[in-house]
């Protein structure tokens, strides 16, 4: 049985150490200082940099926390608080029908309800990632509320503080660690998403032209740049923009283990 | 003699079970009422209708009326927050909240009830922490989490976070169940030295313990109060045949 285990581990993990170490060696060679700093070339063309892809990957995943995390903590909240009403239960059940919707789906909802009528632009991709954010914050928000002992949640309501008062202060506050891991789980989901933006960003060579403007992303400058026919100067590009998007996601991995480490003890 | 609540035709239920059957009691002011009977009987039931709490217990009903201080708390303009500020409680395993140091444990009642004057909140603090005996304790680590603290220390700080409030009566369910004998006994001491100020109600189902703090008993039953006396003349010389078996230790 614990070989069983261990040889199940280890074929779980020889794609993904592959997968890392595949991406590390040739990513590396594509970076430098400039692979940060300047535009996207054009296919084919020596130089340059992912830049814009980089800049545009933050912008478009910041703006869709900016919406997605609070509607999502406060519809967790809404759903731990109000347990037996009917219409929790319609909200759960569709929050999980949500979540399971697949990602070109909503890719192209985001399509016909924003880029229709304004264009390609960083809003309608941050519109798209926001509503892959919102059931999963909203689940673990859940979850993390009802870790919150009832007997924590009694001591405060007993102290006579009211019952709106004991959620937003006594029980967020044990709850924290599990909402933030949540979020910041939402967030490394969606950084790498790519069918989503390719209907709604579209993608882009140049710097941030704001928000009504097309947009360059790390996933779209991987994508571009893995189909391009100049095999021997786009693909470690690709290669290289693949690596940065691994760091970053790794980054916010770390950041939860950050969140999630023990406060006292 | 004054009374500081009077219970009456209580009644409680969860869901369609009823837990409590027509309860009528009286109990005195800056005194310590004990309340014993067997596990599932309703004890903790009947004090969690004197501050309120029983409602918030999923499927948890009231009927009837609970007079503190003359006033009806079940009556229809009566905020149940303004109760548990006047109603404090304290509960079987210490709960501090686990996420605060021991200061802001005690403080928490007062901060978020809207009481921010620092000066006033550190002399509030004190103040409890001394009342509980905690305060040589703890003085020097009040900013430690409170969860760091030994059980005992834990249940004497849940009772200086509730003191904090300045409530007029304390409930206690089992306040030392939890606890080994030494801190128990501690905290025996406290009741009794709490009771020049507080009317105090306690549930146990330790009868020497009722015996040794309290000044009133009530004995509950299948969620009937049995008898109502002076502890002394429960534990002497009960008046039903029931009572005396439950205290020489026939059941429970």
Avoid at chain 2, 71 to 92: H, L, S, T, W
Avoid at chain 2, 126 to 136: A, F, G, N
Avoid at chain 2, 157 to 172: F, G, Q, S, T
Wanted: proline share 5%.
């Amino acid at each position: 049985m614990v070989l069983l285990s261990y040889v199940a581990l280890i074929i779980a993990l020889i794609p993904l150490m592959n997968i890392l170490i595949e991406t590390t060696i040739r990513g590396v060679s594509a970076i430098n200082l400039s692979f940060f700093t300047e535009q996207i070339p054009p296919l084919g063309q020596a130089g340059g940099g992912v830049g814009p892809a980089i800049q545009g990957t933050l912008i478009v995943v910041g703006l869709a926390s900016l919406v997605g995390v609070p509607v999502g903590v406060f519809s967790g909240i809404f759903l731990a608080e109000f347990r037996n009403t009917k219409l929790t239960y319609v909200s759960r059940y569709l929050n999980d029908v949500l979540s399971g919707i697949p990602s070109i789906v909503i890719g192209i909802f985001s399509w016909i309800i924003i880029v229709t009528i304004i264009g390609w632009s960083v809003i309608a991709g941050a519109f798209a990632l926001a509503i892959m954010m919102i059931p999963i914050v909203t689940r673990t928000t859940e979850e993390a509320i009802l870790l919150v002992p009832i007997t924590i949640k009694e001591a405060a309501l007993a102290l006579g503080i009211p019952r709106w008062k004991t959620t937003l202060t006594i029980v967020l506050r044990n709850a924290k660690k599990g909402m933030i891991t949540g979020i910041l789980l939402s967030m490394a989901r969606v950084t790498g998403e790519t069918a989503p933006l390719l209907l709604t960003i579209l993608g882009s060579r140049f710097w941030f032209g704001g928000f009504t403007e097309p947009s360059a992303a790390l996933s779209l400058t991987i994508f571009n740049f893995s189909q391009s026919p100049y095999s021997t100067v786009d693909w470690p590009r690709a290669w290289g923009a693949a690596l940065v998007l691994i760091l970053m996601i790794l980054g916010i991995n770390v950041m939860v283990r950050y969140y999630t480490r023990e406060k006292y003890g | 003699m004054s009374y500081k609540i009077e219970i009456e035709d209580l009644n409680a239920w969860f869901n369609a079970k009823k837990v409590l059957k027509d309860i009528y009691m009286k109990i005195p002011e800056k005194a310590v009422t004990a309340i014993i009977g067997p596990s599932g009987c309703g004890k903790t039931t009947l004090i969690r209708c004197i501050n309120r709490m029983h409602e918030l217990s999923p499927g948890g009903k009231v009927s009837g009326r609970v007079l503190l201080n003359g006033e009806n708390i079940y009556a229809k303009d009566v905020d149940p927050v303004i109760i548990r500020r006047k109603v404090g409680m304290v509960f079987q395993k210490p709960n501090p909240f686990p996420m605060m140091s021991v200061y802001d444990n005690v403080a928490a009642g007062l901060k978020l009830t809207g009481l921010n004057d620092k000066s006033k909140l550190d002399e509030i603090v004190e103040k409890s922490l001394k009342l509980t005996s905690l305060w040589e304790e703890v003085k020097n680590e009040l900013h430690k989490s409170g969860a760091s603290l030994s059980g005992g220390q834990q249940q004497r700080l849940c009772i200086a976070r509730a003191l904090a409030v300045e409530p007029e009566v304390i409930l206690m369910d089992e306040p030392t169940s939890a606890l080994d004998p030494l801190a128990s006994a501690k905290i025996e001491q406290l009741i009794r030295r709490l009771s020049k100020k507080y009317t105090i109600i306690i549930v146990t189902h330790n009868m020497q313990q009722a015996a040794r703090v309290s000044d009133f008993t009530g004995f509950l039953y299948l969620g009937e109060l049995v008898e109502f006396d002076e502890t002394k003349k429960i534990f002497e010389n009960p008046k039903t045949e029931l009572t005396e078996k439950y205290i020489t230790g026939e059941f429970g």
